[in-house]
């Protein structure tokens, strides 16, 4: 789960004891099976949750930048293990505050509570419509919404389209679609082909974000739901 800091009353949790962390890129701040004593904030750089499945493939759910919380942990009850991992794909640093110390700060601070949990709302709003978006449209809609959600996230205006920038390789970009590199490779090729995306210096290019939405039946969802972190 993750947020970002978007009220001066969430920037309180930075006020509760914490300690720093230093990641190297893919360095682990987290793996599936250990104890969720906490929540960690991202002062810089990027760090992206996923699950490896029993076969052995990585299934890649969001990625998380400066300014994101990411939690999993259940409020006021025993601690729970993590059901995914967390792998910084570069170097980052992270404020961790635990669970206990965040508990009594809810409880002590109302307005901290309330925006606290306007942010695990917004989280399971954005959760939901990911995961509509692959049952009704199913491979392509789970490629396209993802391209859709990088935009919203990373996307940078060019002359000729919106640049995501954000390096990606078509086996990262399959991770977070559920699905093979192979599909990947081809629903790629096929859109480049018909002029909709293009591919500079490790990065895509979206020429055609309104063919994408059309495509996916878009609902005009609000774009702080719409994204990949």
């Known amino acids: 789960m993750n947020g970002k800091i978007e009220s001066s009353n969430l920037e309180g949790l930075l006020t509760i004891v914490h300690s720093e962390i230093e ?7 987290f793996q599936e099976g250990d ?12 760090v992206r949750i996923g699950k490896v499945t ?23 009850s025993d601690p729970a293990p993590y059901t995914v991992h967390a792998r910084a794909i570069e170097d980052s640093t ?22 606290f949990m306007k942010m695990m709302s917004l989280h399971h709003k954005k959760m939901q419509s990911k995961f509509r978006d692959l049952i009704l449209h199913g ?21 000729d389209g919106i640049l995501i920038d954000l390096s990606l390789t078509n086996q990262e970009l399959a991770n977070f679609c559920g699905m093979s590199r192979e599909v990947v490779n081809r629903m790629l090729g096929s859109l480049k082909k018909d002029g909709k995306l293009s591919m500079k210096d490790g990065k895509l290019i979206i020429h055609d974000l309104d063919y994408l939405k059309e495509e ?4 005009i969802c609000p774009i702080e739901i719409c994204k990949i972190d």
């Open 23 to 29: 990641l190297k890129k893919d360095a682990y701040l």
């Open 35 to 46: 104890l969720a004593d906490g929540i960690y904030f991202i002062r810089s750089g990027k």
């Open 54 to 76: 029993p076969d052995g493939r990585e299934i890649a759910f969001q990625i998380y930048s400066k300014g994101d919380f990411i939690y999993e942990i259940s409020l006021y």
């Open 94 to 115: 992270c404020a961790k505050i635990k669970k206990e110390d965040l508990e009594e700060n809810l409880l002590l601070k109302p307005s901290l509570n309330v925006e």
């Open 139 to 159: 491979k392509k809609g789970a490629l396209y919404s993802t391209l859709i959600r990088l935009t919203n996230s990373y996307g940078i205006d060019q002359e």
């Open 216 to 219: 996916n039946h878009c609902e």
